[in-house]
């Protein structure tokens, strides 16, 4: 099986001050780090630049919470993923279920985005995830599997994508799946990958959970044979808790 970097992601959706990120930012790079796990954070758009600065002497990576797809133009309020990469970013969630609801997002949207993170030169990080009534009529497999097939773009490989599955139930609820469901669930999203882009792609490319993830079951969710980092809303807002995770990993 091929080596997988774990990744370990802060979503910090709509959340931060200047103030919160400077204090948060100072917790993370005084963590020492850990062989084999990456730290990413991903700040509201007006902290990228200040963030950017405050972590460009240590390992963590900068990332955005979405992206337009095209590369410029009349699009107000939006950001092109070349702007990001500009700012210094490596990362770009796509298709969060908060945008895929607020937003109106749709697969083909979310596939659009991942495609514009590729061509800037940015690793896509591709949300997928059912909600509770597709999970209740046991329709996950079928939800996540198409989910997939559609948001991810043709040019994928184990280096420009990761795929995050994030139950839509269980975020920000403290409610998780059983860890034998979660790793069902990233087997199937691995085998989707295989059968489209091969063994050796899908192998390589790291497969998130996210969904109340926390300190005390960060390590059960992480040792998951498919799960290869975690996506972290409200736990990545406190340095300890984050770093907590980080530590978690195997
Ligand atoms: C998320 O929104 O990506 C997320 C996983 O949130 P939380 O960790 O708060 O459930």
């Keep these: 099986m091929a ?3 774990t990744l370990i992601a802060g979503n910090w959706k709509m959340n931060a001050s200047g103030e919160m990120a400077v204090t948060l930012i100072d917790g993370l790079v005084a963590w020492p780090g850990k062989d084999g796990v990456e730290m990413l954070v991903c700040p509201p758009f007006p902290y990228l630049g200040p963030v950017g600065a405050l972590i460009s002497e240590s390992d963590i990576k900068l990332g955005a919470q979405t992206c337009h797809a095209n590369a410029s133009g009349a699009h107000t309020g939006d950001v092109a993923a070349e702007m990001l990469a500009d700012l210094g970013c490596s990362y770009v969630i796509v298709g969060h279920s908060e945008r895929r609801a607020d937003h109106g997002e749709t697969d083909a949207d979310v596939c659009a985005k991942a495609e514009a993170a590729l061509r800037a030169g940015l ?3 591709v949300c997928v ?3 509770e009534a597709e999970r209740d009529a046991g329709k996950t497999l079928d939800i996540v599997g ?3 097939a559609n948001s991810v773009p043709e040019g994928a490989t184990a280096e420009n994508l990761v795929v995050a599955y994030e ?3 269980a975020i920000g609820t403290g409610r998780t799946p ?4 979660v790793q069902e669930v ?3 999203i691995r085998a989707g990958l295989a059968s489209r882009f091969g063994d050796a792609t899908a192998n390589g490319v790291r497969l998130l959970y996210g969904g109340s993830m926390k300190p005390s079951n960060a390590q059960e969710l992480l040792a998951l044979a498919d799960v290869d980092g975690g996506l972290i809303g409200g736990a990545s807002l406190k340095a300890e808790d984050f770093t907590a995770i980080a530590d978690a990993a195997p």
């Design 3 to 5: 080596e997988r970097t």
């Design 186 to 188: 990233h087997a199937a």
């Design 167 to 169: 139950p839509v139930w």
């Design 178 to 181: 059983t860890s034998d469901e």
């Design 129 to 131: 995830g059912e909600t």
């Design 146 to 148: 198409s989910q997939v």
């Design 123 to 125: 690793t896509a990080i």
